[in-house]
């Protein structure tokens, strides 16, 4: 083993190695390590530490943990219902996890720092505070800024909340969006 602690045997199986071939990696490991060291073992932790992508999966489970007890204001029905509706239309794993997660942000202590922490990405976490309306924002508002925004998805993922929300409310309910 060199000085910086390269052994051979546990990269290689256990393979017996004869001493003197042992010793001459051990050293050729030891000078490519030497004044590396600190940068090659950071970005093994670094490796090891990052939390693998967050996914669909992540992103249903998420959403049924926090609208489990909360009834959809248009028809009283369990809100899950109308978050599966709108994110099972998205095109890719992308559209389903922002579909799922539109309105996630301040509910039961969500921020996009703790969706970044779950492993969702920085353009999922950018859309998700696009598409969460404003404290006094009417919606024609809110249609309207994410529209400026030119981000082709969350509008997607906005026009099929509305077709959903219509197909389910009479039309004197409309003003409950």
């Not at 109308?82 to 996890?97: R, Y």
Request: net charge negative.
């Amino acid at each position: 083993m060199g000085t910086l602690g390269f052994d051979w045997s546990r990269y290689c199986n256990g393979t017996p190695l004869p001493e003197t071939d042992g010793k001459a990696i051990s050293a050729l490991m030891d000078a490519f390590l030497e004044g590396r060291k600190e940068d090659f073992f950071d970005g093994i932790h670094a490796e090891l530490s990052r939390k693998p992508a967050a996914n669909v999966d992540d992103a249903i489970g998420l959403a049924a943990d926090a609208y489990c007890d909360e009834a959809d204001p248009v028809d009283g029905r369990p809100a899950i219902i109308s978050i599966l509706s709108v994110a099972t239309q998205g095109k890719d794993d992308e559209e389903v996890i922002c579909g799922a997660l539109r309105d996630i942000l301040g509910k039961a202590g969500w921020t996009p720092g703790r969706l970044r922490e779950w492993g969702f990405s920085e353009k999922v976490v950018d859309r998700l505070i696009l598409l969460k309306r404003k404290d006094g924002e009417s919606l024609r508002d809110h249609l309207h800024r994410i529209g400026q925004s030119g981000d082709r998805i969350a509008f997607r993922i906005v026009a099929e909340e509305m077709k959903d929300r219509l197909d389910r409310c009479r039309p004197e309910e409309i003003s409950k969006f």
